[in-house]
């Protein structure tokens, strides 16, 4: 694969003493044989962010992993026993990102820490496959859409439901959905509506303490590189690993969590990929300023009517996923009704998509969830954490990404990070 500067990896092996090194330790099961990529041909990864997420994305088909990366040296060290001798272990993203013979980062970080990894992977030349949500901020995830089309790197936000898989309770992949919705069977403007009703929860469980009292640091922590940009707060296990959704330092709580997974597909179902919700209502207790808390309804409006509801309350009984002024679809919508998968099945095929990240990177061309339309669907579980933190309705300009005549909401569009950190 071609590199920034033009030299790649089978060039550099030929070129350099020290990637011959790393030549010669790769395995002899990984060199050669039947069915064997050589090792100049094939694409290689690290993850960086160990935690639970991070374990479950240590292989995949297309690369093969090199490094691992974790600032938890107990994390590190059970991932690095059960992976090949080859595979290397960092406490610190920057070593990873100086090797050159790393193609794709991974990072399964919390996600205070996505934007700034993956603009510093941009930087270094790499591609990059990140968890979501894509960004803390709306501001953060501007920077990492210019950063990733500065640099021309391939970006892949790890949510897949509007490519791959049944959509939760749908019984259903989101394609025959799109294909309804895009033949307009249903009317327009349409209303979504995302809550318990239609299969969704939002895992209010996950919300932050507000009685931490200070705990000593574990010695193999290094508490200071795991905040990074966020602001000192003392230590306690309850804001660290599993448990740090809850606080706002860190993301926004179950909505944060599975916001991208469940907003994204509507996003695309409303062909919204490139704009955002002019007005978000909420509807939620006063909130806590450092532990998120629940909240019990959230309605983003766009500006041609369409609404997507957030009914974190559960008290939309009988609700369809989708309704507009023709017709209403209801989760298993293909089961229920006689003769309508063989309808669906007619109607035109929605635009095909690169659902391979490898194939991504191998031509360049732009995976089906990328650093752009990945950014909006971001926007919106943002725009609803902010609404939530403030506790007050909001209009919202989605060409400049700003909010109308609210400084106290635009002051979260960028907040400050901890020095040295910055984007």
């Not at 006063?286 to 766009?302: E, F, L, P």
Request: charged letters at 25%; a negative charge; glycine letters at 10%.
């Amino acid at each position: 694969m071609a590199r920034k500067n033009g030299i790649n990896r089978r060039t550099f092996l030929k070129q350099t003493a020290a990637a011959a090194t790393v030549f010669t330790i790769v395995p002899r099961r990984v060199l050669g044989g039947p069915g064997h990529t050589p090792p100049s041909e094939e694409l290689t990864k690290a993850v960086i962010g160990v935690g639970g997420m991070g374990r479950g994305h240590l292989r995949y088909p297309g690369a093969r992993l090199l490094a691992v990366c974790d600032v938890d040296r107990g994390h590190l060290n059970e991932v690095l026993a059960g992976t090949e001798d080859y595979v290397k272990g960092y406490t610190d993203f920057r070593e990873v990102l100086e090797r050159d013979d790393i193609d794709i980062v991974h990072i399964p970080t919390p996600p205070h820490w996505h934007a700034l990894i993956a603009i510093a992977a941009a930087n270094a030349g790499k591609d990059i496959w990140c968890e979501k949500p894509m960004a803390r901020t709306i501001g953060e995830g501007q920077k990492v859409i210019e950063a990733v089309q500065r640099n021309e790197r391939m970006f892949r936000l790890n949510t897949w439901f509007r490519f791959r898989d049944d959509f939760y309770d749908f019984g259903s992949k989101v394609k025959p959905i799109k294909q309804v919705v895009d033949s307009g069977m249903l009317g327009w403007p349409l209303k979504v509506v995302v809550g318990k009703t239609t299969g969704f929860t939002f895992k209010f469980q996950w919300s932050g303490r507000t009685d931490l009292t200070p705990q000593p640091v574990p010695e193999e922590l290094d508490y200071d590189m795991w905040l990074g940009p966020a602001p000192y707060k003392p230590y306690h296990p309850h804001r660290v690993h599993q448990t740090f959704r809850g606080y706002w330092d860190y993301d926004g709580g179950g909505l944060g969590d599975m916001g991208q997974h469940y907003l994204d597909p509507v996003q695309y179902l409303l062909g919204k990929d490139d704009t955002s919700p002019v007005e978000i209502e909420v509807d939620a207790p006063q909130q806590h300023d450092d532990a998120v808390g629940s909240w019990r309804r959230i309605t983003y409006r766009y500006a041609d009517g369409c609404e997507v509801i957030l009914d974190g309350a559960g008290t939309d009984e009988g609700a369809a996923y989708i309704e507009g002024p023709e017709g209403k679809l209801f989760q298993k919508f293909e089961s229920d009704i006689t003769g309508l998968k063989e309808k669906v099945d007619a109607l035109p095929d929605p635009a095909p998509q690169i659902a391979d990240f490898s194939e991504s990177v191998r031509t360049r061309k732009k995976f089906a969830l990328n650093e752009s339309n990945g950014h909006r669907s971001c926007t919106l579980v943002n725009l609803g954490v902010i609404a939530v933190r403030l506790g007050r309705n909001l209009r919202f300009d989605p060409d400049a990404q700003r909010f109308i005549d609210d400084e106290g909401a635009n002051r979260l569009l960028h907040q400050p990070m901890r020095g040295p950190w910055h984007v």
